[in-house]
């Protein structure tokens, strides 16, 4: 399983998670891809709206998934296993109840400077 994720490139907690997943990715099996880097979003088929409000995963197979969801194809992805994908499929609603408060409070939780503070000439 391979493919990309689009996080928040302003935000400092998904910087950090995108840098997790980075270091957890030893096979280079996903691109991750802040939403306001130049292209990203209409490769991807996205609107602003739709980035700003979930990171999405959009896997080589055409899969495309968002929220907890997303997170959790980003990950199987990255550890080269179906565990996460599958821990989800029996565990979705408080999954994503849980990663629609933590992308309500993104900007209040640790981070680091966020990717877009980094690489201003990447993001529009």
């Known amino acids: 399983m391979r493919g990309t994720l689009v996080f928040d490139g302003r935000c400092g907690f998904c ?22 880097a130049a292209g990203v979003l209409s490769a991807a088929g996205l609107t602003a709206e739709d980035a700003a409000a979930s990171v999405w995963w959009l896997g080589e197979d055409g899969r495309r ?44 939780l640790p981070g680091v400077a966020p990717y877009c503070t980094e690489h201003p000439g990447e993001c529009g």
């Open 15 to 36: 910087t950090r998670s995108a840098g997790w997943l980075r270091r957890l990715d030893r096979r280079g099996r996903v691109a991750v891809r802040p939403s306001q």
């Open 65 to 108: 998934a968002h929220g907890a969801e997303a997170a959790n194809a980003a990950l199987s992805a990255a550890l080269g296993t179906t565990l996460p994908l599958a821990l989800y499929r029996v565990t979705r609603w408080p999954q994503e109840r849980l990663y629609d408060w933590v992308a309500a409070h993104r900007h209040r």
